[in-house]
C-alpha cells in the first residue's frame, strides 16, 4: 500500500517543487488536477494532452523524484442543467480521461455530477427526502438523466481502459454506497468509487462498513485520506445537514480534519486493514482540507500517521493455521 498526495494545498509550488517537497516524505505518489474544481496548477491537461514531448518530459520529472501518478483528478459538473456548463465539466472529464490513458494511469477521480430536479429547472437540486412526491419524481429523472450520460462515459472510459473513481458527495446525485453501486451496476465496471471517508462520517455512515460493501463488488478504484470532525454541542442543536460557512469554524455541526484529528489512530489502521481484505492494496491519496491548520503542517502529520498505520509488504503465509 502506497502514500499519496491530492497536490492542490500545494499550488503555490511548481509541479517539480511539489514533487521535490513530497518526496522528502516519501511519498509514493500524487493526484494532481488537470481542470475542475481541483484547477490544473500541476499539471495543465491541454498542454500534455496528444504531446508526446511534453508527457515524456514528465515521466522523467517523476522518475526523478521516484513519484507516480496514482490519478488524474476533474471533479464537476457534467450534468449541470446549464448546457454551457454542463458541457465543459464533460469535455473537461473526457479528455482527462483520454490523457491519463496516454500517461497510462489507471485512474480519473471525479463527482458524479447532479442535474436539476426537472428539465426546465435552471440549477441542480440535491434530494434529501421522498416526500412530498414531486421531490421522489424529481430523483426519478435525476436518475435517468444520469444513467443515459454515465452509460456513455462508461464506455468511453473503457474504450482508454481507464477506470472512473467517483467521490461520493452530497450535493452530487451518488453520495453514498448504495448509489455508488447502482450506477456501477447500470454501466460497466469501470466505474467504481473514489473512496473518501470524509464525507461519509458526518452522514453517520460507517466507514468499514461501506469498504466492506464496496469491496465485495470491486466497486473501489482508488481512495482518499481525508477525515472528518462532528462536534455534537453544534450537532444537538442544528443536525449535520449544516450550510455554516467552513471557515466559519466554531459554529459549525463538523469539519473536515487532517487524518488522525478526526478519528484516532486505531481508526486508521482499521481502515487501511479493512481495505486489504476486500483486495485494495493500492495508494492512499492524503486530501488536506483542514481549515484549523496549514496544507503543510496538515499533510505532513496525515503522511507520519499513515506511515504508521499503511502495510509495506505483501501478506505472508498464515504458517499457524497449517
Known amino acids: 500500500m502506497e502514500i499519496g498526495v491530492h ?28 481542470g475542475g474544481h ?9 498542454e500534455y494532452l496528444d504531446d508526446e514531448q511534453a508527457q515524456a518530459e514528465l515521466r522523467e520529472l517523476l522518475e526523478t523524484y521516484d513519484v507516480r501518478i496514482s490519478a488524474l483528478a476533474i471533479h464537476n459538473n457534467p450534468l449541470h442543467p446549464d448546457d454551457d456548463r454542463g458541457d465543459r465539466a464533460d469535455t473537461e472529464l473526457r479528455e482527462a480521461i483520454e490523457l491519463a490513458s496516454q500517461l497510462e494511469v489507471g485512474t480519473v477521480t471525479c463527482f458524479s455530477g447532479l442535474p436539476a430536479g426537472g428539465p426546465n429547472d435552471e440549477v441542480p437540486n440535491w434530494i434529501t427526502t421522498p416526500w412530498p412526491p414531486e421531490h421522489a419524481e424529481a430523483l426519478a429523472y435525476q436518475w435517468n ?39 456501477r451496476e447500470e454501466t460497466n465496471d469501470r466505474i467504481g468509487a473514489n473512496f473518501d471517508p470524509s464525507h461519509l462520517y458526518w452522514q453517520g455512515i460507517s466507514v ?3 469498504i466492506r460493501f464496496l469491496g465485495e463488488r470491486n466497486a473501489i478504484h482508488h481512495v482518499h485520506a481525508k477525515d472528518t470532525r462532528i462536534y455534537d454541542e453544534q450537532a444537538r442543536l442544528k443536525g449535520v445537514l449544516d450550510t455554516t ?15 488522525g484529528y478526526g478519528h484516532d489512530e486505531s481508526h486508521w489502521k482499521e481502515i487501511v486493514s479493512t481495505l486489504r481484505i476486500v483486495g485494495y492494496d493500492d495508494v492512499l491519496s492524503i486530501e488536506h482540507e483542514d481549515s484549523l491548520t496549514s496544507s503543510r503542517e496538515g499533510l505532513e502529520k496525515a503522511i507520519e500517521l499513515l506511515e504508521r498505520a499503511v502495510f509495506r509488504t505483501e501478506p505472508g503465509e498464515a504458517y499457524w493455521a497449517e
Request: proline fraction near 7%; aromatic fraction near 8%.
Open 245 to 259: 460557512a467552513y471557515d466559519d469554524e466554531p459554529n459549525r455541526s463538523w469539519l473536515f480534519r487532517s487524518v
Open 145 to 183: 438523466v444520469a444513467l443515459e450520460y454515465w452509460d456513455d462515459l462508461a464506455a468511453h472510459a473503457a474504450d482508454h481502459d481507464v477506470d472512473v473513481a467517483i467521490e461520493m458527495h452530497p450535493n452530487m446525485l451518488v453520495y453514498e454506497p448504495s448509489g455508488m453501486a447502482r450506477l
Open 7 to 34: 497536490t492542490p494545498p500545494l499550488a503555490d509550488e511548481s509541479l517539480e517543487g511539489a514533487l521535490a517537497y513530497l518526496s522528502e516524505f516519501g511519498v509514493d505518489a500524487i493526484e494532481p488536477g488537470v
Open 208 to 210: 468499514t462498513d461501506a
Open 38 to 46: 481541483p484547477g490544473d496548477d500541476h499539471l495543465v491537461r491541454r
